[in-house]
């Protein structure tokens, strides 16, 4: 694990086969629902990607038990939030194709999102499948921080951190995306 105060990388989480297991697993559904978040006060669609859900069962509880093991050493070691790891039981899977993107946002809002702590982002994809799609952490005007494109690489970081993917130019980007959630900030 490497970091900074806002996020943390994690280095091979998942194998190759493992990313690519999965990404076949969503290819066999064939699932292809466009999700578009609309924000309102930019009047601009602020999310557009293909999505589906990968929800815990009898045969993904050990990959669902290894990254929520890494969740929750990176979570003691570095940010020390009270979170219910033990509610972790779906993660989204994310394909991004030429034009799709998601812009600047914080996964910690209002309602049903109110109770989410940290972010986790696991990269399917190999960096030389796709150009664009970078999953970016917003400092400040003049630094921004880019997550890792290695294949099977994650990167946490407190929900509350402004964070956006950048348009893909060519190819497809696959990830996996969970948050956590825990009690209220006090």
């Known amino acids: 694990m490497r970091g900074a105060a806002d996020h943390i990388q994690i280095g091979e989480l998942l194998s ?16 292809k629902a466009n999700d578009r978040l609309f924000d309102v006060v930019a009047s601009q669609y602020i999310r557009d990607t293909e999505i589906a859900w990968l929800r815990q069962d009898q045969d993904n509880e050990s990959l669902f038990n290894r990254i929520r093991s890494a969740i929750d050493e990176c979570n003691k070691e570095n940010f020390g939030f009270d979170v219910w790891l033990d509610k972790f039981d779906s993660m989204q899977f994310a394909e991004y194709s030429f034009g799709q993107k998601y812009l600047w946002h914080k996964d910690y809002g209002q309602g049903e999102i109110s109770g989410r702590k940290l972010s986790i982002c696991i990269q399917l994809s190999e960096d030389e499948s796709y150009t664009g799609g970078e999953l970016q952490i917003f400092r400040s005007e003049d630094n921004i921080a880019a997550a890792s494109r290695r294949i099977g690489d994650a990167i946490i970081f407190p929900s509350h951190v402004t964070h956006r993917v950048t348009p893909i130019r060519s190819g497809l980007r696959y990830s996996l995306v969970a948050w956590i959630n825990g009690p209220p900030f006090r």
């Open 16 to 31: 190759p086969s493992e990313c690519s297991d999965i990404v076949a697993l969503f290819d066999d559904m064939r699932f």
